[in-house]
């Protein structure tokens, strides 16, 4: 039933390991988004992927690589960790149209890094 | 980019009574969509309620509506009749039409009292 899921949903590691996040929605949709939530609860874009393409790229360190295996799967691969990408991380997904934008978001990865 | 303003950083409010939530935005568009998600302690990020920037009408969903006001760039979220699992935080967001990226506020914490 679940619409929008991530694995894992909790995430400790060390500092310069690298980690993988995984994304799936069974919405149907075709746009799925990785949102990064800070200490703060400050909330910003990092990727949005469209059809398998890249079509959102915010300023984020070129350590962090979004892949888009299909329409429903999006995954955030994350090199060398530092102590700074200790957030929580949200998958979301919407439909590439614009009458039906809404964008639906996954339950989040708490990921802390010592 | 586009400022999403959530003056009030916490609120509280009696069960069964009524709450209000400011929003402010800065844009320069005509088109676009506002949001007001909710986070509650499980950490998910909640749809509450949409308004699209060219219908005058206010949205309304069950106890949430809200008052949009264009010319002022504010987007307010009243919660009526509060009950206790209204406890959460709300974030307004922003996205322009056809850009496919939510700019959210810096969220307002409500927590109802019983």
């Known amino acids: 039933d679940t619409a929008v899921s991530q694995t894992p949903k909790y995430l400790v590691t060390q500092m310069g390991n690298d980690k993988s996040i995984k994304c799936e929605q069974n919405?149907?949709?075709?746009?799925m988004y990785w949102y990064k939530q800070d200490s703060k609860k400050f909330l910003k874009i990092m990727f949005s992927?469209?059809?398998?393409?890249?079509?959102i790229n915010e300023t984020v360190p070129n350590r962090f690589s979004p892949k888009s295996p299909d329409k429903a799967h999006l995954n955030l691969h994350i090199n060398s960790l530092e102590l700074g990408d200790s957030a929580v991380y949200f998958c979301?997904?919407?439909?590439?149209?614009?009458?039906?934008?809404?964008?639906?978001f996954g339950p989040g990865t708490r990921l802390l890094v010592l | 980019a586009q400022t999403v303003t959530q003056s009030q950083p916490e609120m509280s409010v009696q069960e069964a009574e009524t709450v209000t939530l400011s929003c402010t935005y800065d844009?320069?568009?005509?088109?676009?969509?506002l949001f007001w998600y909710k986070q509650p302690p499980s950490r998910q990020m909640i749809l509450v309620i949409r308004?699209?920037?060219?219908?005058?009408q206010n949205a309304t969903e069950n106890r949430f509506s809200v008052n949009f006001q264009k010319a002022a760039k504010s987007f307010s979220l009243k919660i009526s009749d509060s009950q206790l699992g209204d406890t959460a935080m709300y974030f307004c967001?922003?996205?322009?039409?056809?850009?496919?990226?939510?700019?959210f506020g810096a969220g307002t914490t409500v927590t109802v009292r019983a």
């Open positions: 992927y469209n059809n398998k393409e890249l079509i």
């Open positions: 979301a997904s919407s439909q590439w149209d614009p009458t039906k934008e809404t964008q639906y």
């Open positions: 308004q699209e920037a060219y219908k005058q």
């Open positions: 919405l149907g949709h075709d746009t």
């Open positions: 967001a922003f996205m322009k039409r056809d850009d496919y990226k939510l700019s």
């Open positions: 844009t320069s568009e005509n088109n676009y969509y």
